[in-house]
């Protein structure tokens, strides 16, 4: 098949709910994607921050192709062992105390959503409530979608979940004024990335933090993007210096494999899902948690997070140059390797094409901001040659 064939095929036979760029890729290599006709692209993208490690990384492949060879999946009517090392790894990683592996980012949102009812329902509360964030993004289940602050995107859905109050990102006050005696847990993501990569501001977040120990509330951070190193700490929050009582994690987690979790901390875990509160077919499968096992091995091996430390400067450098020349980049935002450029006055959809021609993907947050969150492996040169051709896009 060719190009127009491929695009035609999919066009056809799958739900149209993606506006999907023109382009069909076929294969990956470090920090380049080729498509179907050969073109190769530097990935700014990365999959929407999944492949941290880059494409085709050797030892990865090498720890998936051995568990496939052994066993991909068991059910969780049984024990297995890449569940055992990568739970371990996880919470390990985190400080924290009981990790559950889901199939998506999603699924561990819904999944921090009952851990944090079953909690407050064990202190007796009932109809418990949840405060979420505006601009933020969950998921798009039913759950995930009633937590996730845009209009747009729960409209045609409703009736969604209720008991869901939302509150302005970075606003204490506001949070102040959703909280009642059945409020479980204030929801954020510690860096918003669909809603325009906006970090939390540092006060704000450890102010949130007292607000929960406090009223014993749940903070539940959303990692799923800013975590796995991208913000140059492991985990956003550890850049922070606060601790969520539950923590979501997926894209980067699994490198490519579809694998998500929740994890608890020693409070929540002691009282909140028990056996028959939960559970799924797929989630924590052997091949799922080989990946995830392997990701850390190779974090750590590599210093995948120092690097990103040490190259964040650099990046935020370049990024600036070209916010400094360029009258229509009108803001950078952004921490470590998950920055944003807010653009006004330039359509991103028209530098997100320019950059494509060009050789290079990139892609879009919240309004109107250019997205840029590459594999954390890149280099200097890396970081120059997206400069150099978004210079010329912008
Ligand atoms: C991507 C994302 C999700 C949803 O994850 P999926 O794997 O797409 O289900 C949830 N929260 C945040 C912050 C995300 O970036």
Redesign the pocket.
């Known amino acids: 098949m060719k190009t127009a064939e491929y695009k035609e095929t999919l066009d056809q036979y799958y739900v149209h709910v993606y506006n999907r760029f023109p382009i069909v890729l076929e294969k990956g290599n470090g920090v380049y994607v080729t498509d179907t006709d050969g073109k190769e692209y530097l990935d700014f993208a990365a999959g929407?921050?999944v492949f941290a490690l880059g494409y085709n990384d050797p030892e990865y492949n090498a720890a998936l192709t051995d568990q496939i060879g052994r066993i991909i999946h068991t059910s969780n009517l049984y024990y297995n062992i890449p569940a055992a090392e990568a739970a371990k790894k996880l919470v390990e990683s985190c400080g924290m105390s009981k990790a559950f592996f889901t199939n998506?980012?999603?699924?561990?949102?819904e999944g921090a959503i009952k851990a944090a009812r079953k909690y407050a329902w064990n202190k007796g509360i009932k109809d418990s409530e949840i405060i979420a964030m505006k601009d933020s993004?969950?998921?798009?289940s039913v759950g995930?979608l009633s937590v996730t602050g845009n209009e747009h995107y729960q409209e045609a859905f409703r009736p969604l979940m209720g008991g869901v109050k939302f509150a302005d990102f970075n606003d204490l006050e506001s949070i102040k004024a959703c909280i009642s005696e059945k409020t479980c847990a204030i929801l954020m993501?510690t860096v918003q990335?669909?809603g325009g990569i906006f970090p939390a501001d540092p006060a704000f977040l450890k102010e949130v933090r007292a607000l929960c120990d406090e009223k014993d509330i749940l903070l539940i951070l959303?990692e799923?993007?800013?975590g796995m190193g991208r913000t140059g700490d492991l985990w956003a929050f550890d850049g922070y210096g606060v601790k969520p009582d539950i923590m979501?994690c997926?894209?980067a987690l699994g490198c490519g494999v579809p694998v998500?979790a929740f994890v608890l901390n020693e409070k929540t875990a002691a009282s909140s899902l028990a056996p028959g509160d939960h559970g799924t077919t797929y989630g924590g499968n052997p091949l799922a948690c080989a990946a995830v096992s392997a990701v850390f091995d190779i974090f750590k091996e590599r210093d995948i997070v120092g690097h990103v430390k040490e190259l964040t400067p650099y990046l935020e450098q370049r990024l600036d140059e070209l916010a400094a020349k360029h009258p229509c980049v009108a803001a950078r935002r952004g921490r470590g390797f998950m920055q944003g450029l807010a653009l006004e006055g330039k359509p991103v959809g028209e530098v997100i094409a320019a950059a494509r021609e060009r050789g290079l993907l990139v892609i879009s947050a919240g309004n109107n901001v250019l997205r840029l969150v590459p594999p954390l492996v890149i280099e200097k040169e890396d970081i120059d040659q997206m400069t150099e051709i978004l210079d010329l896009c912008l």
Do not use: L, M, N
Not at 104 to 109: L, R
């Open positions: 929407i921050a998506s980012g999603t699924e561990a949102i993004f969950h998921g798009r995930a993501e990335g669909e959303d799923i993007q800013c979501t997926a894209k998500g």
